[in-house]
């Protein structure tokens, strides 16, 4: 049996687990266990939201009988008040949450597939309601974010603090350049993560991608990470040119201390 049938027959089995135990209303596949089953493969997850009758949902959370029937769980971790990562002992590894209708139509999250629902209960239900969002950052502020980033962590970095400075250069500042690339580079086909543009990164935008160990060189390697990204940014952008002074006087290791 090859990983996305046993994941999908995982899933099926868990259906089947509340279907029996009569509290639950649907359960809704998400993600590659949802809607994008194309991509599934052998690091794939179970993720899921279990709909439940009002006044079901603690005894749910608070006893995993329901997912134990279906396997021996290794490993449950509740990280939300509404869910669970776990880990199956074979190997399975599942992040889930619990709603009830009323709070589903609170949560923001991507269309998925229904694995199963109570034959009274409608499905269309499930669909995800559209919330107020947000404009998107314009180029300016994504370039003068990733700039600003640049130079903060940089002084990060000469001051001798390296774990912030690698968050501000190679954590925040290259999420701007994520956030920026969709300007230099067509996407390819591929499945957006709306709420994680990291994800699927490297199929969707191949040319940047190529870049990208450039601009995450590292713990130790701060300076030339913030170069890359700034010779990146000055390729496709009109920049500021004291800001981009500012930032590669930065660059610039401090000369070590002479001895006597």
Not at 51 to 70: P, Y
Not at 74 to 81: G, I, L, M, W
């Amino acid at each position: 049996m090859d990983e996305p049938q046993r994941l999908l027959e995982r899933l099926d089995a868990i259906g089947h687990a509340l279907r029996a135990g009569g509290q639950a209303l649907a359960l809704l596949g998400l993600g590659s266990a949802g809607a994008e089953r194309d991509r599934m493969d052998a690091y794939s997850d179970l993720d899921f939201f279990v709909i439940v009758r009002d006044g079901a949902k603690d005894a749910l959370l608070n006893d995993l009988g329901w997912l134990g029937a279906v396997a021996p769980i290794a490993y449950a971790f509740r990280n939300t008040v509404d869910g669970y990562k776990l880990l199956y002992a074979d190997g399975i590894f599942c992040e889930f949450a619990i709603f009830t209708i009323g709070e589903l139509k609170g949560i923001p999250f991507a269309a998925g597939q229904v694995v199963w629902h109570d034959p009274a209960f409608d499905p269309a239900q499930l669909a995800p309601q559209p919330l107020p969002s947000g404009e998107p950052h314009p180029a300016e502020w994504l370039l003068g974010e990733a700039l600003t980033n640049l130079y903060v962590g940089l002084g990060r970095e000469l001051r001798g603090e390296r774990l912030s400075a690698a968050r501000f250069i190679q954590g925040y500042a290259v999420d701007r350049v994520l956030a920026l690339v969709a300007a230099i580079e067509p996407a390819q086909p591929g499945h957006a993560d709306p709420f994680a543009p990291e994800r699927r990164f490297e199929q969707r935008f191949p040319h940047t991608a190529a870049q990208l160990p450039m601009f995450v060189q590292g713990y130790t390697h701060n300076i030339a990470s913030a170069r890359a990204i700034l010779d990146f940014l000055q390729a496709h952008f009109p920049l500021n040119p004291a800001i981009v002074r500012a930032i590669e006087s930065r660059c610039v290791p401090p000369a070590p201390a002479a001895t006597v």
